[in-house]
């Protein structure tokens, strides 16, 4: 698929970046959130406006913005323009932000599908467009789980077009440097198999083993009241926004299915060595497991 | 399957149980050497013999067991008798066991498995046999992870035969209060189908997992590389030794079956919606499985 390899070690953050002038955030919630009252601790803008598309004063309330404008308003202001709605909703806020867009301005997004994002994005807002995904997250969603430390030792995987602007590209850069996470470039296609991976598969999974946890269920058997801590633990991720892993689904789904195809066919073998007392083919499926989270998490 | 509503909250320990006597614990990994080093650590037992395959002194050295001695002799002197090995290896050294056990002796197991337990140990020990299987465990294997604290505040489950002798209940029952664990008495039916749900079926899921994102990485493609929270997490499971369970998915295989076709079943569910681009079913699939996370998880 590629020959690219990416370097998990990237680009380590910069100290001293520059100011970033005037933020806005389209989409205040966990992820959108925590940029923004990272930002306002680190001073590292002038101000933190933010576009939510439900009323309510929380996003300001928490701290993770200095006030919330009309969509329109707020574009017209921005240095830089951070998307960071689900990845469904991006299309559609970025075609009516795009007319009211000051000169100059750099715009962004979080989704964690940079494919369909930058298909999406990059033919409205050209070369003043760096796509970007922070590898953080919390079992919490929405802004009143906001942290302006999220980020603080994580990556940025940025996926810019060869065309973006070099600028762009430093401002870009320089919002993860303030939030002291280091940023890694690689092309969309390689971050969208890599993610699909090593998150949107172990979603899936997650949310599929609720889901097989709920049908084994009956009046008489309650499998979930002995729920121990492994179930737990595996489960953590089935917490997440719903919404957000439809989007992520439908728009990365070549990746996600060749990656639910491989899953499928390791629970296949394992369910074939089962039924034929196959303790041989069992022991090296799980031996080689061990190998790879044991390389995985050193 | 079964009528039996089995109740989570179980019977709380007794602050003051019977001393046991003499313990002999047969395989003193993880769980064998937690029982063996918190009965100790709590005054619990005139002395706590342990039987191991390999050699070597660990289990006195980490205070385990204040002695390692052979099967035949140490099983002449218990008056609790506890298999901590994996299942597949409990019925061998039962029937060796059995010609040199001393009368009135109590035999209990601590194995992921019980129906499969049962019908190999029950045979051989008649009465005297109650089966059971702590809800706890760790990361890391062996006895040098074994904690003296391991089963406290955690359920133990007993299945004992309906025959059994209320004093070998008792006596068993006693063993976990003293660790302040807290006892659930159910049917092992019951008990396997649960398992495979809770603990047996995400084990196989995150070995799986593991196996997948070893068959996606190629030279040029290392997702490992990018491993987030939470695949961490969910695959936290996934170091648990091979052998162990290998031989839980041969000595339950029916119910591991059923569980592993569900979450096939569900797994398919959210392939079919991808590739048809059915974002209704992924979010209702998705909304379910949150629902059914928080009602575990509360």
Same mark, same amino acid.
């Given at each position: 698929?590629?020959?690219?390899?990416?370097?998990?070690?990237?680009?380590?953050?910069?100290?001293?970046?520059?100011?970033?002038?005037?933020?806005?955030?389209?989409?205040?919630?966990?992820?959108?959130?925590?940029?923004?009252?990272?930002?306002?601790?680190?001073?590292?803008?002038?101000?933190?406006?933010?576009?939510?598309?439900?009323?309510?004063?929380?996003?300001?309330? @928490?701290? &993770?913005?200095?006030?919330? =404008? #009309?969509?329109?308003? !707020?574009? /017209? +202001?921005?240095?830089?323009?951070?998307?960071?709605?689900?990845?469904?909703?991006?299309?559609?806020?970025?075609?009516?932000?795009?007319?009211?867009?000051?000169?100059?301005?750099?715009?962004?997004?979080?989704?964690?599908?940079?494919?369909?994002?930058?298909?999406?994005?990059?033919?409205?807002?050209?070369?003043?467009?760096?796509?970007?995904?922070?590898?953080?997250?919390?079992?919490?969603?929405?802004?009143?789980?906001?942290?302006?430390?999220?980020?603080?030792?994580?990556?940025?995987?940025?996926?810019?077009?060869?065309?973006?602007?070099?600028?762009?590209?430093?401002?870009?850069?320089?919002?993860?440097?303030?939030?002291?996470?280091?940023?890694?470039?690689?092309?969309?296609?390689?971050?969208?198999? @890599?993610? &699909?991976?090593?998150?949107? =598969? #172990?979603?899936?999974? !997650?949310? /599929? +083993?609720?889901?097989?946890?709920?049908?084994?269920?009956?009046?008489?058997?309650?499998?979930?009241?002995?729920?121990?801590?492994?179930?737990?633990?595996?489960?953590?991720?089935?917490?997440?926004?719903?919404?957000?892993?439809?989007?992520?689904?439908?728009?990365?789904?070549?990746?996600?299915?060749?990656?639910?195809?491989?899953?499928?066919?390791?629970?296949?073998?394992?369910?074939?060595?089962?039924?034929?007392?196959?303790?041989?083919?069992?022991?090296?499926?799980?031996?080689?497991?061990?190998?790879?989270?044991?390389?995985?998490?050193?």
């Amino acid at each position: 698929l590629t020959t690219q390899s990416p370097h998990p070690q990237g680009t380590p953050p910069d100290p001293s970046p520059p100011s970033l002038g005037t933020v806005v955030i389209v989409g205040v919630g966990l992820i959108g959130g925590s940029i923004g009252c990272g930002l306002r601790a680190r001073g590292a803008c002038h101000e933190v406006i933010g576009v939510v598309s439900a009323p309510g004063n929380d996003p300001v309330a @928490v701290g &993770a913005v200095d006030r919330l =404008l #009309p969509l329109k308003e !707020a574009v /017209a +202001l921005a240095d830089l323009l951070v998307f960071s709605t689900p990845v469904g909703a991006m299309a559609e806020l970025a075609k009516a932000a795009s007319p009211h867009l000051k000169d100059g301005a750099v715009i962004t997004d979080t989704g964690s599908v940079k494919g369909h994002v930058a298909q999406a994005l990059g033919p409205i807002f050209g070369c003043r467009y760096v796509a970007g995904h922070p590898i953080a997250g919390k079992e919490h969603n929405g802004v009143h789980a906001a942290d302006p430390d999220l980020y603080q030792g994580k990556a940025a995987i940025l996926t810019p077009d060869p065309n973006a602007d070099v600028d762009a590209i430093v401002s870009v850069t320089a919002m993860w440097h303030w939030l002291q996470a280091h940023t890694i470039t690689m092309d969309a296609l390689t971050h969208d198999r @890599v993610f &699909a991976c090593v998150s949107h =598969l #172990p979603h899936i999974a !997650a949310y /599929a +083993l609720m889901g097989a946890v709920c049908d084994a269920s009956t009046d008489n058997l309650d499998p979930a009241a002995f729920a121990a801590g492994g179930l737990r633990d595996f489960t953590r991720v089935a917490s997440a926004s719903p919404v957000m892993w439809r989007d992520i689904c439908l728009t990365n789904p070549d990746a996600i299915v060749e990656m639910l195809d491989l899953y499928t066919t390791q629970l296949n073998q394992v369910r074939d060595a089962i039924t034929t007392g196959d303790g041989q083919t069992l022991l090296d499926l799980f031996t080689l497991a061990v190998g790879v989270r044991e390389r995985m998490v050193p």
